[in-house]
């Protein structure tokens, strides 16, 4: 057996550093087999919904050789997307988690490229994964040093939290030996399971995503009427459990970039345009383009929007005229946004909406002679 090329990684890691990837690390290839179990297992206990991804096929996903015959070695990155979020403007608008505001795998995969690139010139396959259905990324991630698992299940950098996404170089390069486990970082705590809106950190590391509100946004069909109100103001993603986390509190106040309100890609969606934009605004936008939207229908967006919006003129942070953006859902073809207008009119104040206007009331009521 050929000894692992330890000169080869140092050259891996440092052209991934070099292409401004924060953290990287290599591990070995075996089956991740825990993760494999926790997939069974969740999969079982039907903690997985209607989600596919890495559940669809267990075994596949937890064995990198399944993907690249031969695999030997994961060269696994982490990249930092910014902490900080600038306010809500003044008109009604809905929140997008931080990872979703602009294309922050775009800048991982780039930097994965690089290193793949370089295991190829060296004469091995190199494939780069990532937030793909055949790895599990936080288990890779957690072999090659790079975090813990937070008891909120995302994986943390010490020092630096867990405002990271997460690929892998699958390479048939040995590259030596997996690093220590980064020891646990959560210690007596327990603020995201405590914090979670919907109660989906079913224990410490696992969640259900039946209540998840990250999961229920891209599911299409009705959004569960008992976690409506608990989706506030949040259009794709939530950032819940990592945002009451006190070590990504300490990177978020040490964080001094504040992306500038306004700029697009913002985090920040703007209710109006959400609501009244053709179908290919939205799904062409350089922001919402790039989120995964069941069958690329728009009206699940929508679907979000129209919760959304009930829930800020609750909360005084919309004027309850903002609902008359309803009327045209309520008066519409689409039963399930027609339902969720209805819902999102009544607990923004504004039943007045739900009456049948007179002239309605004449067509149905016929001719009174
Ligand atoms: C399916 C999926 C989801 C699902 C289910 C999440 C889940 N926890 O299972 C939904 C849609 C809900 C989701 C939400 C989010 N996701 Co997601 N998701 C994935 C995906 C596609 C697969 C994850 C998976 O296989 N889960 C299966 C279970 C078995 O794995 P696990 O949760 O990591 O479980 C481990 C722990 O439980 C641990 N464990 C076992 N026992 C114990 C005991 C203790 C005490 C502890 C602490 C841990 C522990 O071992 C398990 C197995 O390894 C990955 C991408 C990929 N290909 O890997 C992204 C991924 C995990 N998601 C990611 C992100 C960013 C998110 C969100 C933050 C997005 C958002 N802001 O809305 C939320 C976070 C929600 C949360 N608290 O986990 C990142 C994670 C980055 C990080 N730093 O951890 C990933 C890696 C995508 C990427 N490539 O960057 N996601
Ligand atoms: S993403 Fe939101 S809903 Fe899901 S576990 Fe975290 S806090 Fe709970
Ligand atoms: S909130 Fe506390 S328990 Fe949860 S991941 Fe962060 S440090 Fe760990």
Redesign the pocket.
Known sequence: MNAPDVELRDRVLAAGTGAGLEVVGTCSAEP?L??RK??EE?KAAGLNGT?Q???KNPVR?TDPSATVEGCATLVVAAARYPSSVPEQPERASARV???ATDDHYGRLRAGLRAMADLLKAAGHRALVM????S?????AA?RAGIGW???????LVPGQG?W????SVLTTADLGESPEAVADG?GTCRRCLDGCPTGA?VA????D?RR?L??LV?QAGEFPHEYREALGDRLY???E??EVCPPNKRTDLADPTVMAPGAAPGPWVDVEWLLTAPDDDLLDDATLGRWYVPKRDASVLRRNGIVVLGNLVHDGRARPEDLDLLVPFLEGADPVLAEHAEWAAVRGGRPDLLDPSPVRQDVADGPTT
Do not use: P
């Open positions: 991740f825990a993760a926790a997939l969740r989600m991804f890495t559940y996903s988690a931080r990872y990532a937030d793909d259905n790895v599990v990324d936080r288990a957690h698992y937070g008891k909120s299940a995302n994986l867990s990271f996404v997460l690929g959560c950190i410490e590391g696992v969640v995503a998840c990250a999961w891209q993603g939530c950032d459990c990592q």
